[in-house]
């Protein structure tokens, strides 16, 4: 079983481990900008009052809106992979960008809307007791990387050169 182990972890981390660390960083990137960003909208009376009954919804029926957008968000993505297939892929692309945006904003949201909630689901507690240090874990990895550095590097020295 050690070697069973073994084998599927080393899988892992050579094809999935790589793209999954870009969607991660991606997310690190976007979460919190993403997530204020849909917050300004809770000035408007309707979408306060829409998100105040999130926000007191019981566990499970947190669950059910904090999976909502990857729901709705399946379609489009299925519409972009189309689009692809049939030789437009500069706006499958761009569909399959703006959808991960949409999705980012409105999970980083509906997560902070319903954490407290969801956080009394047991399992779901645990989960993601599991899930956070292993996703800190790895973008630490990343952004420890030579080629994270560097990039970064690079990205400070033009940002200091165009004075922004």
């Known amino acids: ?3 069973l ?7 892992f981390n ?24 849909l917050g300004y909208l809770a000035r408007l009376p309707l979408w306060a009052r829409m998100e105040a009954f999130i926000a007191r919804l019981p566990p499970y029926g947190a ?3 904090f999976c909502v957008p990857a729901l709705m968000l399946l379609p489009v993505k ?3 992979l189309y689009w692809i297939s049939r030789g437009h892929a500069v706006l499958g692309l761009a569909v399959v960008l703006a959808a991960k945006m949409l999705g980012t904003a409105a999970v980083a949201r509906l997560f902070a809307l319903t954490q407290p909630a969801l956080m009394r689901l047991a399992w ?7 899930w956070k240090p292993w996703k800190d874990a790895l973008i630490a990895r990343v952004k420890d990387s ?11 020295s033009i940002r200091r050169w165009i004075g922004f």
């Open 14 to 37: 050579i094809t999935i481990g790589p793209v999954l660390a870009l969607i991660l960083i991606f997310e690190e990137w976007g979460w919190e900008p993403l997530s204020r960003l």
């Open 124 to 130: 779901f507690a645990r989960l993601y007791g599991r």
């Open 63 to 65: 669950l059910v809106a």
């Open 146 to 156: 030579p080629l994270w550095r560097g990039t970064a590097a690079t990205v400070r």
């Open 5 to 11: 182990k073994r084998l599927i972890a080393g899988l």
């Open 1 to 3: 079983m050690p070697f």
């Open 78 to 80: 299925l519409l972009a």
